[in-house]
């Protein structure tokens, strides 16, 4: 838009610092895209410390370079130059009359008055359209700045004592002037202002804390409730799990009388049989004896018959003596007691609420390693006291572990203890009497080494089963995938079951061959953070990139690439690094457009430069981190290529050396994982030997490419290229 058709919508505060109320000086434009006088920034920055908007309200981190390096918009100092030398020339007549002018047209160049003048030229079809600009900016609002006795005489006098201004032609001045303190207007202007901007400046502040106290009320409403409810959800459920038992109890009760009058009625039962047994026989005894009455020559008979009923008779005296089992229900009462006095349960209070674990911290699984130093972050609304908190940890068997909270400010805590023992650990924290958010922290602890192999890589796939693992990456759904120079991309579950298998197909013609090619034969792989794959094919000296779908959006077909394999990209500055073993160096290409962007290293042994490089990684702070292969040594180099130390060097058996190193990567904790020959092992980012990760009998033989799948626990896997196969270990 020009300057023309801009002072068509201008307004005067468009020209005026929303710091300082005042016209632009050097105005200097913000990456929120709002302009400020470059004064009032750096005193901003120097009061606060960051630039906060006053507009929006985002905050910006300038150092005095970045102030130095802030621009101006162009259409604000066009219009600042225009509008300057349009009132520097303002003349005292309209450019047809005699009126004081009031606009001014940038079409005509003419200055006209608000009367007539002005109505005029915006009725004529030939000016109608032109842009005018209204004089006077300086005038702020309802102020007037000239004298309100003498009109047409500026205000240029402040009495500081009878707090009023006036003009040259202002009597009361010349007495004011003997008694009291007068300054100039302008300089009673600029110590209102800045008296002004303090006020601003200290009710945004109060503003501030008033939104960060709303906002801690309106968290803590939240959790209240929602705390409420899991309490209100507490009470039933124990109300419903006390019932229950004392059913479960009752039934327990119930069944035991039952098998007692079962019991005791079968042995009255018995009882009730050997009687009717007993009147039978004595019945039959009573009819044979009286039918040998009279007949003395059946004395053997009435003798048998009168032992038979001794017999009976003492039989029945033995068992007349047992008495039936009464039962008899005793209630407990120390269960009334308890009732009474402790109820179900009790509500305590404390300010759990302003405290919160962290939600990547709310279940945790670990490796046993030394030292085996876990960290749990807390972090709270409040700036408060750490001795509020408490921790405790506690194994699966009781074990119990000694903890230390370390308050790191800004408003969060660690907690760290040790875990000695695999299995199933607790850390409970406590403000006051209460569990904060989030603890208990299940915390599962696994013993290191190898966890799982997946077998043979031949048996998953379809083409070229001949060809054996060169790499491996984790997915964008935590699983992983397998390259083995072909155009299959198997897909496994870090349990190790197979997903599914890729097929990588795009129609390409080779820089080198000029032959035309339909498949894609995959050697190294890199997932970008958005999820685009990398893969590099040696055989066709070409590099990949695939989006989220498996549709190919750029190959990389330049004749510098030779034998390109590793590969990683620095996603801030779309730098994508290939490591070359034939062409002995890591290339840069952007890796939106595919262009070359120069080279690190150069053939040899000598320091800085490389042989054979496979593989190649960056830093957090963005340093490029090279295997060295054919050196056995891994070398880092700053983001431009320039050579900065060698971190491993040394070729041998024992732990620390690299013999032939494949592949290198960073875990979280910013440690290299090395593949070599003969082993799989762990350094600092100065390249200190920590440990071997691997061990001699887990079968790591020619290890290649090797990716990070798991920060807790730390696991790492394992493109196990001589035996075919995939390992993955926690270290």
Same mark, same amino acid.
């Given at each position: 838009?020009?300057?023309?058709?801009?002072?068509?919508?201008?307004?005067?505060?468009?020209?005026?610092?929303?710091?300082?109320?005042?016209?632009?000086?050097?105005?200097?434009?913000?990456?929120?895209?709002?302009?400020?006088?470059?004064?009032?920034?750096?005193?901003?920055?120097?009061?606060?410390?960051?630039?906060?908007?006053?507009?929006?309200?985002?905050?910006?981190?300038?150092?005095?370079?970045?102030?130095?390096?802030?621009?101006?918009?162009?259409?604000?100092?066009?219009? *600042?130059?225009?509008?300057?030398?349009?009132?520097?020339?303002?003349?005292?007549?309209?450019?047809?009359?005699?009126?004081?002018?009031?606009?001014?047209?940038?079409?005509?160049?003419?200055?006209?008055?608000?009367?007539?003048?002005?109505?005029?030229?915006?009725?004529?079809?030939?000016?109608?359209?032109?842009? *005018?600009?209204?004089?006077?900016?300086?005038?702020?609002?309802?102020?007037?700045?000239?004298?309100?006795?003498?009109?047409?005489?500026?205000?240029?006098?402040?009495?500081?004592?009878?707090?009023?201004?006036?003009?040259?032609?202002?009597?009361?001045?010349?007495?004011?002037?003997?008694?009291?303190?007068?300054?100039?207007?302008?300089?009673?202007?600029?110590?209102?202002?800045?008296?002004?901007?303090?006020?601003?400046?200290?009710?945004?502040?109060?503003?501030?804390?008033?939104?960060?106290?709303?906002?801690?009320?309106?968290?803590?409403?939240?959790?209240?409730?929602?705390?409420?409810?899991?309490?209100?959800?507490?009470?039933?459920?124990?109300?419903?799990? *006390?019932?229950?038992?004392?059913?479960?109890?009752?039934?327990?009760?119930?069944?035991?009388?039952?098998?007692?009058?079962?019991?005791?009625?079968?042995?009255?039962?018995?009882?009730?049989?050997?009687?009717?047994?007993?009147?039978?026989?004595?019945?039959?005894?009573?009819?044979?004896?009286?039918?040998?009455?009279?007949?003395?020559?059946?004395?053997?008979?009435?003798?048998?018959?009168?032992?038979?009923?001794?017999?009976?008779?003492?039989?029945?005296?033995?068992?007349?003596?047992?008495?039936?089992?009464?039962?008899?229900?005793?209630?407990?009462?120390?269960?009334?007691?308890?009732?009474?006095?402790?109820?179900?349960?009790?509500?305590?209070?404390?300010?759990?609420?302003?405290?919160?674990?962290?939600?990547?911290?709310?279940?945790?699984?670990?490796?046993?390693?030394?030292?085996?130093?876990?960290?749990?972050?807390?972090?709270?609304?409040?700036?408060?006291?750490?001795?509020?908190?408490?921790?405790?940890?506690?194994?699966?068997?009781?074990?119990?572990?000694?903890?230390?909270?370390?308050?790191?400010?800004?408003?969060?805590?660690?907690?760290?203890?040790?875990?000695?023992?695999?299995?199933?650990?607790?850390?409970?924290?406590?403000?006051?009497?209460?569990?904060?958010?989030?603890?208990?922290?299940?915390?599962?602890?696994?013993?290191?080494?190898?966890?799982?192999?997946?077998?043979?890589?031949?048996?998953?796939?379809?083409?070229?089963?001949?060809?054996?693992?060169?790499?491996?990456?984790?997915?964008?759904?935590?699983?992983?995938?397998?390259?083995?120079?072909?155009?299959?991309?198997?897909?496994?579950?870090?349990?190790?079951?197979?997903?599914?298998?890729?097929?990588?197909?795009?129609?390409?013609?080779?820089?080198?061959?000029?032959?035309?090619?339909?498949?894609?034969?995959?050697?190294?792989?890199?997932?970008?953070?958005?999820?685009?794959?990398?893969?590099?094919?040696?055989?066709?000296?070409?590099?990949?990139?695939?989006?989220?779908?498996?549709?190919?959006? *750029?190959?990389?077909?330049?004749?510098?690439?030779?034998?390109?394999?590793?590969?990683?990209?620095?996603?801030?500055?779309?730098?994508?690094?290939?490591?070359?073993?034939?062409?002995?160096?890591?290339?840069?290409?952007?890796?939106?457009?595919?262009?070359?962007?120069?080279?690190?290293?150069?053939?040899?042994?000598?320091?800085?430069?490389?042989?054979?490089?496979?593989?190649?990684?960056?830093?957090?702070?963005?340093?490029?981190?090279?295997?060295?292969?054919?050196?056995?040594?891994?070398?880092?180099?700053?983001?431009?290529?320039?050579?900065?130390?060698?971190?491993?060097?040394?070729?041998?058996?024992?732990?620390?050396?690299?013999?032939?190193?494949?592949?290198?990567?960073?875990?979280?904790?910013?440690?290299?994982?090395?593949?070599?020959?003969?082993?799989?092992?762990?350094?600092?980012?100065?390249?200190?030997?920590?440990?071997?990760?691997?061990?001699?009998?887990?079968?790591?033989?020619?290890?290649?490419?090797?990716?990070?799948?798991?920060?807790?626990?730390?696991?790492?896997?394992?493109?196990?290229?001589?035996?075919?196969?995939?390992?993955?270990?926690?270290?």
């Amino acid at each position: 838009m020009s300057v023309s058709k801009a002072l068509q919508f201008m307004d005067k505060k468009d020209l005026e610092c929303a710091i300082c109320l005042n016209r632009f000086h050097q105005p200097k434009t913000l990456k929120c895209m709002h302009t400020y006088c470059l004064q009032c920034i750096q005193k901003w920055v120097e009061t606060h410390g960051k630039m906060k908007c006053p507009t929006c309200g985002q905050e910006h981190d300038l150092t005095k370079e970045d102030l130095q390096q802030l621009t101006s918009t162009t259409m604000i100092t066009q219009l *600042l130059e225009y509008v300057i030398k349009t009132e520097d020339q303002k003349p005292s007549k309209c450019s047809v009359c005699d009126n004081q002018p009031a606009y001014h047209c940038s079409t005509c160049q003419l200055y006209l008055c608000d009367g007539n003048c002005f109505k005029q030229h915006k009725i004529l079809p030939s000016t109608k359209d032109h842009p *005018l600009y209204k004089l006077n900016m300086k005038e702020q609002d309802g102020k007037p700045t000239n004298c309100q006795v003498h009109c047409n005489a500026p205000l240029e006098f402040y009495c500081t004592t009878c707090n009023k201004s006036a003009c040259k032609q202002c009597d009361h001045i010349f007495n004011c002037l003997q008694k009291h303190k007068v300054i100039p207007m302008s300089t009673a202007v600029d110590n209102f202002n800045k008296e002004a901007n303090e006020v601003v400046k200290l009710a945004h502040e109060f503003e501030d804390r008033l939104t960060k106290k709303l906002e801690t009320i309106t968290k803590n409403v939240s959790e209240f409730e929602s705390q409420l409810k899991l309490c209100r959800s507490a009470i039933e459920i124990q109300e419903k799990n *006390l019932i229950m038992k004392v059913r479960d109890k009752s039934k327990q009760l119930m069944s035991e009388l039952e098998s007692m009058y079962k019991e005791e009625k079968e042995n009255i039962d018995s009882e009730f049989n050997d009687i009717d047994s007993k009147m039978m026989q004595l019945k039959n005894l009573i009819v044979l004896t009286n039918t040998i009455m009279n007949k003395p020559e059946e004395i053997e008979n009435l003798r048998s018959h009168n032992t038979t009923i001794n017999v009976l008779g003492t039989d029945f005296d033995k068992s007349f003596h047992k008495t039936i089992s009464t039962p008899n229900f005793i209630p407990y009462t120390n269960l009334d007691e308890l009732m009474n006095t402790e109820g179900i349960g009790k509500i305590t209070t404390a300010d759990r609420l302003i405290y919160e674990v962290a939600e990547d911290d709310g279940a945790i699984t670990v490796t046993k390693v030394e030292p085996n130093n876990i960290v749990v972050k807390v972090s709270t609304l409040a700036e408060t006291d750490p001795r509020q908190l408490a921790a405790t940890i506690i194994s699966s068997s009781g074990e119990e572990s000694p903890t230390q909270i370390e308050y790191q400010g800004s408003g969060e805590y660690k907690i760290s203890g040790r875990y000695n023992v695999e299995g199933d650990w607790q850390m409970k924290i406590t403000a006051g009497a209460a569990h904060i958010k989030g603890s208990p922290v299940n915390i599962k602890v696994e013993t290191e080494g190898l966890v799982h192999t997946i077998g043979n890589i031949s048996d998953y796939k379809e083409h070229k089963k001949f060809e054996k693992v060169t790499d491996v990456a984790l997915g964008t759904d935590g699983c992983i995938l397998v390259s083995s120079n072909s155009e299959e991309i198997l897909k496994f579950h870090q349990s190790g079951s197979l997903i599914a298998s890729v097929i990588l197909n795009y129609s390409f013609v080779d820089f080198n061959s000029k032959k035309i090619h339909t498949n894609v034969i995959t050697a190294g792989m890199h997932r970008m953070g958005d999820g685009c794959m990398l893969y590099s094919a040696f055989q066709r000296r070409i590099i990949f990139k695939y989006d989220d779908t498996n549709q190919c959006i *750029l190959n990389i077909n330049s004749k510098d690439l030779q034998y390109p394999f590793g590969l990683t990209v620095e996603e801030k500055s779309r730098v994508l690094y290939v490591a070359d073993c034939e062409a002995h160096c890591v290339y840069k290409f952007n890796v939106d457009k595919g262009r070359l962007l120069g080279k690190i290293g150069s053939q040899g042994s000598g320091i800085g430069q490389l042989k054979e490089p496979q593989d190649v990684t960056l830093t957090k702070d963005g340093h490029v981190i090279v295997a060295d292969f054919g050196n056995n040594r891994i070398q880092m180099f700053d983001a431009n290529g320039k050579f900065m130390r060698v971190c491993i060097v040394g070729c041998g058996e024992e732990d620390g050396k690299v013999m032939c190193p494949h592949s290198v990567t960073m875990d979280m904790d910013d440690n290299l994982i090395v593949s070599s020959n003969h082993k799989l092992q762990l350094f600092d980012k100065n390249g200190v030997f920590i440990k071997r990760i691997d061990h001699k009998d887990d079968g790591l033989y020619i290890p290649l490419g090797i990716t990070v799948i798991s920060n807790r626990p730390r696991r790492v896997a394992v493109a196990n290229h001589g035996e075919n196969n995939v390992k993955i270990f926690e270290y």
